[in-house]
């Protein structure tokens, strides 16, 4: 079994897909998020945005926060998703590292999804060298269906 | 789409379709040619046909493409059918610009420069994730963002004087925190007497041309390499909080049908879920009057410690650029109140209007308008003809030319650092990559900017300054 999920993650790697992807935007940040899934893909999205305010890949995993959000349609639960990253750096000074364990949910047409963010919490010793003011609605794209992709401009 | 040229620096999207009035647009050929390039056009159209607009939707020559209302736009709605909405103000709600006048020369500071800066940079809070040294209580936060600048005077930061040359006098009276969520006031509550990051800044400048000496005079600027502070910041988490809860709320109420662009949600002026993003707002624009008050304070501190003295430190005014408000107008010869919405955009009023300070109300009110990182800023007076032309509003800034993400490509901070030095300009950030982020090359040439706001006659130049030390959030 865990010989198959080696092989599986090789033959993966080979093929990886981007994760995320930025686009000229004049005065904002614009990117396209992919994935798998498209839970897979929500969490990419969180990496797109931690990434314009801190390097994601250098966060230390020290803590844990379990994350719920809702929304009236996918488009609304992805901004709310996103802004919880803003939240938690403004609450909690939460450097984000990974979202993991993304969970869709509909119930009587609304939206719920839950993840848990791992990550650290700032005092210093990473570079903070941006600042999102919030997600918008501007340009919004996702595509729920495969190829799973989601567009998303923040404001800056 | 059609665009209509109605003098050398005037353009008209006439009405049509869904349009309810036409769009002017106030732009030399150049800066047009920039707003070509982006969806600042549409989104001036898309505003044209929002309920209740008046006389016209205008688009100022700094502007550039934006959420909903486009950067560098204003309206007026009727107060009875109108809307507010929250992206007609954007979501740094009162992000401004204060402007701090000193008796020092650039002679006087030369040795200093380094120093007044190194202390600035220790005293106010900046960069992402930088709490403030005032930690405040529910109760506490709730009183900044009833009172604005006024709670600061009153706890010992800067002077009663600060608030007559301040827009609104630093207050909101409409302001009403109860209307907040607890998100909005648990990221305000560490977040007050910060700087933040992005394009906000604290500048040393000196003047370096005077265009109007007699107005000049009035705003308390006397001569060429005269030292002024410029502080340039909003009400950070608190106000982002406000425009995304207001803009979820809305969507939930009212839907999103019909509407060309997402963040074009509103809701009926009269309205309670209108009357409460009014009210919010207020209180996020009072926590920003506040923030700015707080800072100058600092940097009195500051020229106190370095210099000996903060003497003639007085305010020459603080203005709001992101900020819904209700204000008279004429309007087919008849004054009416009406909710103007500022997005990128100063207000500039005339001589005599009972909005602005008594000891400026002969000439028009102090506009401020600051340029990129290391290029030059301008102080312009407010015109009478600007309340026929823009709803007394003209440009607030540069303007953005070139994604930060490009920027990152294309410039390298410690670069930047060294060629502003070789122009006797010091610098101080809080990291390399937000200063190659606002290279002055990412930006609109704000020369050309304030020209076309003077010769479209709705700012008129009064002064420029250039930067001898910046600090960057």
Same mark, same amino acid.
């Given at each position: 079994m865990s010989f198959l999920r080696d092989s599986y993650c090789r033959s993966f790697s080979r093929v990886r897909m981007e994760k995320y992807k930025f686009f000229h935007h004049t005065a904002d940040a614009k990117f396209q998020a992919f994935g798998q899934t498209l839970e897979e893909t929500f969490a990419h999205a969180a990496l797109a945005v931690a990434s314009l305010i801190?390097?994601?890949?250098?966060?230390?995993?020290?803590i844990e926060i379990s994350v719920t959000v809702e929304g009236k349609d996918l488009e609304q639960l992805l901004v709310n998703f996103l802004e919880e990253i803003l939240y938690l750096l403004d609450t909690r000074n939460f450097l984000l590292g990974s979202a993991d364990n993304v969970s869709l949910e509909k119930n009587d047409g609304d939206w719920s999804l839950h993840a848990l963010f791992r990550g650290d919490v700032y005092a210093?010793?990473?570079?903070?060298y941006g600042d999102v003011k919030a997600i918008t609605y501007n340009e919004i794209v996702i595509n729920?269906?495969?190829p799973f992709m989601v567009q998303v401009v923040a404001d800056i | 789409m059609e665009l209509k040229r109605i003098d050398a620096n005037t353009w008209e999207i006439p009405k049509?379709?869904?349009?309810?009035v036409p769009a002017v647009i106030y732009a030399s050929e150049k800066l047009l040619a920039g707003v070509k390039g982006d969806k600042t056009l549409q989104q001036a159209k898309n505003v044209a046909?929002?309920?209740?607009?008046?006389?016209k939707a205008y688009v100022m020559p700094d502007a550039h493409q934006g959420?909903?209302?486009?950067?560098?736009g204003v309206a007026a709605f009727d107060l009875e059918e109108g809307i507010i909405s929250p992206g007609g103000v954007g979501? @740094? =709600?009162?992000?401004g610009v204060r402007l701090l006048k000193t008796d020092y020369t650039e002679q006087d500071i030369l040795d200093k420069k380094k120093l007044l800066l190194a202390e600035i940079f220790k005293e106010v809070p900046a960069g992402v994730g930088k709490g403030g040294t005032t930690r405040l209580s529910r109760r506490e936060l709730e009183e900044v963002c009833t009172k604005g600048a006024e709670w600061a005077v009153a706890n010992g930061?800067?002077?009663?004087q600060d608030l007559q040359k301040t827009e609104e006098n630093g207050r909101?009276?409409?302001? @009403?925190?109860?209307?907040?969520s607890q998100r909005a006031l648990e990221r305000g509550a560490p977040q007050l007497g910060t700087l933040g990051a992005g394009n906000h800044f604290i500048e040393i400048q000196?003047?370096? %041309? =005077?265009?109007?000496f007699d107005v000049a005079k009035v705003f308390g =600027?006397?001569?060429? /390499?005269q030292i002024m502070v410029m502080i340039h910041c909003g009400s950070r988490g608190l106000g982002h909080q406000v425009a995304s809860d207001y803009i979820r709320l809305m969507e939930n109420k009212?839907?999103?049908?019909?509407?060309? /662009?997402?963040?074009l949600i509103n809701a009926p002026i009269l309205s309670d879920l209108g009357n409460r993003y009014y009210k919010s707002m207020s209180a996020a624009v009072n926590f920003a009057f506040a923030n700015r008050q707080m800072i100058a304070h600092w940097v009195r501190q500051v020229f106190q410690k370095v210099m000996g003295s903060s003497e003639g430190?007085?305010?020459?005014y603080d203005v709001c650029h992101n900020v819904a408000k209700f204000e008279q107008h004429t309007i087919e010869g008849r004054v009416k109140k009406v909710c103007i919405h500022r997005k990128g955009a100063t207000r500039s009023f005339g001589p005599g209007?009972? %909005?602005?300070p008594e000891i400026y109300r002969e000439v028009g009110q102090p506009v401020l308008i600051p340029g990129s990182m290391g290029t030059a800023s301008y102080i312009l007076v407010g015109t009478s003809k600007a309340e026929e032309l823009s709803f007394g509003s003209t440009a607030h800034g540069a303007g953005r030319v070139m994604s930060r993400h490009e920027a990152r490509r294309r410039f390298r901070g410690e670069k930047i650092k060294e060629e502003l030095e070789q122009k006797g300009i010091e610098l101080r950030s809080t990291s390399w990559r937000s200063v190659a982020e606002e290279a002055?090359?990412?930006?609109?040439d704000v020369d050309e900017v304030v020209r076309i706001s003077h010769e479209a006659g709705i700012g008129q130049l009064v002064a420029k300054v250039v930067p001898v030390g910046v600090m960057k959030g």
């Open positions: 801190w390097d994601w890949e250098k966060i230390a995993k020290n210093g010793e990473y570079e903070i729920d269906q495969a | 049509h379709a869904d349009m309810k046909c929002l309920r209740g607009i008046q006389r959420y909903g209302f486009p950067i560098g979501y @740094d =709600i009162n992000c930061y800067g002077m009663k909101m009276e409409e302001a @009403d925190p109860s209307f907040l000196k003047v370096s %041309e =005077i265009f109007d =600027i006397h001569s060429v /390499d009212f839907g999103i049908r019909g509407l060309p /662009d997402r963040e430190m007085d305010q020459v209007r009972r %909005e602005i002055s090359q990412a930006y609109k």
